[in-house]
T-cell receptor
C-alpha cells in the first residue's frame, strides 16, 4: 500500500489564483512529519514546508500553507496568489517516527502549470 | 554558501564502467542520504548514514557502495554500470528537515 498518495498527476491553474495540491498519507506511528518539496525544471529539490504530527497549528511559510487534517490523514499544500515561477513538480513526503532510521517516503508528485 | 553539494553535476559514461559521485554538506547534520530519481520522477531512498554508520540500505544492488569518510561526506560508488542506472541521484542531509543537493544526472550509454 502506498504510504503517500498524490492523486493529481498534473494541474493547470491561472496566475494569481490559489492552488491546493492534495496529499494523503498512511501511518500507524503517532509521531511523524510531513514535508512538501518543489522541483522546478532545473531539477533541484527545494524544501517548502514542514508539519509535525503533534503541531497544533497548520504550518505556514510565506505564500505556502499546509492544510493538516490529522483525522483524515491529509496534508494538502495551499499556494496563495500563484505566480508563473510556481510552475514545477511538487512532492509530498512523510517521515515516520523520530529515530535514526528516519526514512522519508515520497509521493509520486504533482506537476503544476501556472498559466499567464 | 552551498549547504549540500554534489559532484559531478552531469556524468555520461559507457556501460560496464565504474564511477563515483561525491557529496558534502556544511550544515552540521548527522544524517546523510542517497536517493535515486527515475525517468518518471519517482524518488526512492537508497542509503542513509548517521554519523558515518550505515542505517538504511534499501534493496539496492551491491554494485552500489556508499562510503562515509566523515559525517560531512557521503560518496556513492557504482561498479559495472548498467543502462538502468541512468537516473538523477540526489544526496541529502538532515537533522529534522532533509535538504537536498543539486543532483547528479547520470547517463549510461
Amino acid at each position: 500500500a502506498q504510504k503517500i498518495t498524490q492523486t493529481q498527476p498534473g494541474m493547470f491553474v491561472q496566475e494569481k489564483e490559489a492552488v491546493t495540491l492534495d496529499c494523503t498519507y498512511d501511518t500507524s506511528d503517532p509521531s511523524y512529519g510531513l514535508f512538501w518539496y518543489k522541483q522546478p525544471s532545473s531539477g533541484e529539490m527545494i524544501f517548502l514546508i514542514y508539519q509535525g504530527s503533534y503541531d497544533q497549528q497548520n504550518a505556514t511559510e510565506g505564500r505556502y500553507s499546509l492544510n493538516f487534517q490529522k483525522a483524515r490523514k491529509s496534508a494538502n499544500l495551499v499556494i496563495s496568489a500563484s505566480q508563473l515561477g510556481d510552475s514545477a513538480m511538487y512532492f509530498c513526503a512523510m517521515r515516520e517516527g523520530g529515530n535514526r532510521d528516519d526514512k522519508i517516503i515520497f509521493g509520486k508528485g504533482t506537476r503544476l502549470h501556472i498559466l499567464p | 554558501d552551498t549547504a549540500v553539494s554534489q559532484t559531478p553535476k552531469y556524468l555520461v559514461t559507457q556501460m560496464g564502467n565504474d564511477k563515483s559521485i561525491k557529496c558534502e554538506q556544511n550544515l552540521g547534520h548527522d544524517t546523510m542520504y542517497w536517493y535515486k530519481q527515475d525517468s518518471k520522477k519517482f524518488l526512492k531512498i537508497m542509503f542513509s548514514y548517521n554519523n558515518k554508520e550505515l542505517i538504511i540500505n534499501e534493496t539496492v544492488p551491491n554494485r552500489f557502495s556508499p562510503k562515509s569518510p566523515d559525517k560531512a561526506h557521503l560518496n556513492l560508488h557504482i561498479n559495472s554500470l548498467e543502462l538502468g542506472d541512468s537516473a538523477v541521484y540526489f544526496c541529502a542531509s538532515s537533522q529534522t528537515t532533509q535538504y537536498f543537493g543539486p543532483g547528479t544526472r547520470l547517463l549510461v550509454l
